[in-house]
């Protein structure tokens, strides 16, 4: 039995309606995080948009033709996660109509023996990987409109949990492409996969009012399952038009004669109560996360961040790389950002040694608080995030600092 503990980070990128750009920002973000890696670590792309895949298409010419045993084989051909699926799906029924549960130890099981390099391209951007939606042949519909993921699931509750494990085990960072709507697949997106839900959005009240219920949904299912990974939504607005300032601000901070209530105070309504927090403020967040609309990206599937030039603050690429920046560093949206030449004058030495480390999510710091008072009665000497970091302080660096300690 494997003992490699995941330390890999799984994102998953979610809008309720098509033509947001979903696709686009996650090809983004994507290549600037294999940026930040370093020997060893990579980047894995997942297509879970089974029914309209083209994450694949903004890597043309970029996709690393895999070998076999019958040669070079076409990318198109090439097996991705459907077929992925197929396969575990025949391992967990094992030719049997039997409905017996397969329990968690038999789940990661199934996992371990599964080789998930035949189902992965690489890309000639280093440190970045593709898993595509599956192999593209003339019986690939089919085999979409076919597969019973809600069957998979109840045979297997501990399926979908084992895999996201695996990934993080090997990949320093997964981004999903997450089905549209509300299915069985954007459901396992969006609630079992994810560690950060990027809600990606455009001005109107079918994307806003789709992907807010969503991740309303999704934050009450972590909020009740046993999965001790914290999920915290980053809204991602998209599509921006900069010629129409009046009504750029309208459908960020509402207007009450148009009867719009702006998509600036729904999030800080639903972060306060799914959070928990007393007070939150996304002025700052929102004055730097918006993804303008450019028409030369309406046509075809470029990749900003590797095509402009960087540093330039009205170009795409660097709106991507001020998200990217947030979605890293950021405990959630509410934050303000520590710049990183404060960084070393942010992190405070603790007052006193620390030899308890308390890890929780956000929903279980009165729980994680109480434990803490519970060990310094004790003579321990706990650390918990939200009593040792204000906000604004840079999160990660902090965290890891105090685990070094």
Not at 367 to 386: D, M, S, V, Y
Request: include cysteine; proline fraction near 5%; charged fraction near 25%.
């Amino acid at each position: 039995m494997s003992t490699t503990m995941p330390t890999g980070q799984i994102m998953t990128f979610y809008s309720y309606k098509g033509g947001t750009g979903r696709s686009m920002a996650l090809a983004n973000v994507a290549c600037l995080l294999a940026r930040k890696c370093s020997e060893g670590e990579s980047v894995l792309m997942i297509d879970w948009d089974l029914e309209a895949p083209g994450l694949h298409r903004f890597f043309q010419g970029k996709l690393v033709e895999p070998s076999s045993e019958n040669g070079d084989l076409p990318c198109d051909e090439h097996l991705g996660l459907l077929d992925l699926f197929q396969e575990l799906d025949q391992e967990v029924y094992g030719g049997t109509t039997e409905a017996t549960q397969q329990a968690e130890e038999e789940a990661k099981e199934t996992m371990r023996g599964l080789n998930l390099d035949r189902f992965i391209l690489s890309t000639t951007i280093p440190c970045l990987k593709l898993m595509k939606a599956g192999r593209f042949d003339d019986g690939y519909a089919a085999r979409v409109n076919g597969f019973q993921w809600e069957a998979l699931y109840h045979r297997s509750p501990w399926l979908i949990r084992a895999f996201a494990e695996r990934l993080m085990e090997r990949h320093r960072y997964v981004l999903i492409d997450s089905r549209t709507g509300f299915t069985d697949i954007s459901g396992i997106c969006t609630m079992l996969m994810p560690e950060r839900l990027v809600a990606v959005f455009t001005p109107n009240r079918q994307s806003l009012d789709g992907v807010l219920k969503q991740v309303q949904r999704a934050t009450d299912y972590r909020r009740q399952s046993d999965d001790l990974r914290p999920l915290v939504v980053f809204p991602l607005p998209a599509r921006i038009e900069a010629a129409e300032p009046q009504l750029r601000e309208d459908w960020r901070l509402g207007n009450q004669e148009k009867g719009l209530l702006g998509y600036q105070p729904q999030f800080e309504t639903f972060f306060k109560e799914a959070y928990g927090l007393s007070a939150c403020n996304l002025q700052n967040y929102f004055d730097e996360v918006q993804i303008q609309h450019l028409p030369r990206y309406a046509y075809g599937e470029e990749i900003a961040v590797l095509v402009e030039r960087a540093g330039d603050r009205l170009s795409l690429s660097r709106s991507y790389e001020s998200f990217t920046e947030r979605l890293l560093e950021l405990a959630g949206p509410w934050e303000e950002r520590v710049h990183e030449e404060e960084q070393n004058e942010a992190i405070e030495e603790p007052t006193e040694p620390i030899d308890v480390f308390i890890d929780y999510d956000v929903h279980y710091f009165p729980e994680a608080r109480t434990l803490a008072k519970a060990l310094r009665r004790r003579g321990f000497h706990p650390w918990i995030i939200h009593e040792h970091i204000p906000p604004g302080r840079p999160f990660r660096a902090a965290v890891e600092k105090a685990i070094a300690q």
